[in-house]
C-alpha cells in the first residue's frame, strides 16, 4: 500500500510527465533528470542532490504498475474530498456519515478503468482498520554510466566504479541510534506502528505519527546520520561487465543499489553503458565488420592478405577474380555469445583504384586494355543504341 506521506506529492509534477503518461514516457523522463542531477555531475550542490531523491522516489513509485495504480486511487479519493479532516467529521464538528464517504468513493472510484483486483477494497481495507506496520523496505534502485573502449565491450571487463548515493551509515549501522544505544519501543502505539482513532460507529487506522509507522523512536540519534540510519557517500564497487555489451545497453547488477530500509533487501544498480568507436571494425549484431582495400591485381588474380581481427591477425584467402563489394566470412571471429558460441567476421573487399600512375605501369595497363577482355558495360551500350529502320 502507498505510504501516507506520498499522499501529498505530485510525483507526475516531479518528473515532469502528464498522468496519463505510459511507462516508457516515465523511464525517459527519470533518466534524463537523474542524469542531470547526479551528485557525481553535481558535487557540493544540495539543491541538485534534493531533487535526485524526489526523481528518485518519484520513479520508485511510477515505474512499478501496482504502486502506481494504488497511487493514482488514493490521489483520486483526496481530490474527491473523501478522507479531508472536514469530511472524517463531519462539517461544523456534527459526526461522520459513513455513507457519504462511500457515496464519494464510489464517485471516484468510476473512472479508475474497472475492477481489476486490490483498488478500493486494498485502500479501505487500509485506511478503515487494515493498516499494520510497516515492515522491511526494499532500497531504492540506482543508475550510473560507464563508456568502453569497443574490444572491452566484445571481451567483457571487469572495472571498479565510484558511485556517491544514500548509504547505511558506518556509525550506526543503519540503526540511527548513537553507538551504543538502541531505538526505544514508541509509547504512543506500543510497538504496532498504527493508532486508531474512534469516529462514531467505527474506527480509523493510521500510521503512528510520532513514529512514522515503525513501531520504534530514536531518543539519542546517531552524531553522524541524525536518527536516519543512512547518508550520501562516495563508495567504490568492482563490477563485471559481460562480453558483448552493447552500445545503450542497460546492464542490471542485482542486489548492489540502497540499502534497503528496516532490513530490507538493497535495490538494484543499472550501469548504462557507451561504447567509443573502433577506428577498424564495427558491429551488426554478434558479427564484426572489416572493410580492407585491395588492388586490381590482387583482386584479378587472387592473393592472401594477413588481416586484423580483435583476436590477433589471421590469414583470408581473397579468390581470382573478386569484385568490389564482395564479403567474405571469417569464422568465430566475431563477438562471443553466452552459450559458448560466437559471430563471425565479416570482411568486404574494396577495389582501391590508384589516382597516378607510372610511365611503366600506364603502358601495361595501356596493352592490357587492348588484348584484354571486351568492356564490361558491352551489353549497356547495346541496350541503349537506337534500332533505325
Not at 133 to 148: C, H, N, Q, W, Y
Not at 154 to 183: F, K, M, Q, Y
Request: net charge neutral; charged share 25%; proline share 7%.
Amino acid at each position: 500500500m502507498v505510504s501516507r506521506d506520498w499522499l501529498e506529492k505530485d510525483f507526475y509534477k516531479v518528473l515532469g510527465v502528464a498522468k496519463d503518461a505510459p511507462a516508457s514516457d516515465i523511464k525517459k523522463a527519470y533518466r534524463k533528470l537523474a542524469r542531470d542531477l547526479h551528485p557525481d555531475y553535481n558535487p557540493g550542490d544540495d539543491q541538485a542532490e534534493e531533487r535526485f531523491k524526489e526523481v528518485s522516489e518519484a520513479y520508485s513509485v511510477l515505474s512499478d504498475e501496482r504502486q502506481r495504480r494504488e497511487y493514482d486511487e488514493m490521489r483520486s479519493l483526496m481530490g474527491a474530498g473523501a478522507f479531508r479532516r472536514g469530511a472524517r467529521m463531519g462539517e461544523g464538528g456534527s459526526p461522520f456519515d459513513f455513507e457519504d464517504l462511500m457515496a464519494q468513493a464510489r464517485a471516484s472510484a468510476s473512472g479508475f478503468g474497472g475492477g481489476g483486483g486490490g483498488g478500493l477494497g486494498d485502500l479501505f481495507g487500509s485506511f478503515f482498520g487494515g493498516n499494520r506496520r510497516r515492515g522491511p523496505a526494499k532500497g531504492r534502485d540506482v543508475e550510473t554510466s560507464v563508456e568502453l573502449d569497443f574490444t572491452d565491450s566484445v571481451n567483457g571487463i571487469t572495472l571498479p566504479l565510484r558511485l556517491r548515493s544514500p548509504g547505511e551509515c558506518d556509525t550506526c549501522h543503519g540503526s540511527g541510534a548513537r553507538p551504543g544505544t538502541t531505538p526505544q519501543t514508541c509509547p504512543t502505539c506500543m510497538g504496532a506502528g498504527v493508532r486508531t482513532v474512534n469516529q462514531g460507529t467505527f474506527s480509523l487506522s493510521e500510521p503512528c505519527r510520532d513514529c512514522d509507522g515503525v513501531g520504534t523512536i530514536i531518543t539519542d540519534k546517531c552524531p553522524e546520520c541524525h536518527g536516519t540510519g543512512g547518508v550520501t557517500k562516495t563508495r567504490s564497487i568492482t563490477v563485471r561487465i559481460p562480453p558483448g555489451v552493447r552500445n545503450g545497453q542497460r546492464i542490471r547488477l542485482a542486489g548492489r543499489g540502497e540499502p534497503g530500509n528496516r532490513g530490507g533487501p538493497a535495490g538494484d544498480l543499472y550501469v548504462l553503458v557507451t561504447v567509443r568507436p573502433h577506428e577498424l571494425f564495427s558491429r551488426d549484431g554478434d558479427n564484426l565488420l572489416l572493410t580492407v582495400p585491395v588492388s586490381f591485381s590482387e583482386a584479378a588474380l587472387g592473393a592472401n592478405l594477413r588481416i586484423p581481427t580483435l583476436d590477433g591477425p589471421v590469414t583470408l584467402r581473397v579468390p581470382p577474380g573478386t569484385p568490389s563489394g564482395r564479403t567474405l566470412r571469417v569464422r568465430n571471429r566475431g563477438v562471443a555469445r553466452a552459450d559458448g558460441a560466437g559471430g563471425d567476421l565479416l570482411v568486404t573487399i574494396e577495389i582501391d583504384v590508384p589516382t597516378t600512375l607510372s610511365p611503366d605501369a600506364r603502358k601495361a595497363l595501356e596493352e592490357y586494355a587492348e588484348s584484354g577482355p571486351a568492356a564490361p558495360r558491352a551489353h549497356i551500350e547495346q541496350a541503349t543504341t537506337p534500332t533505325i529502320g
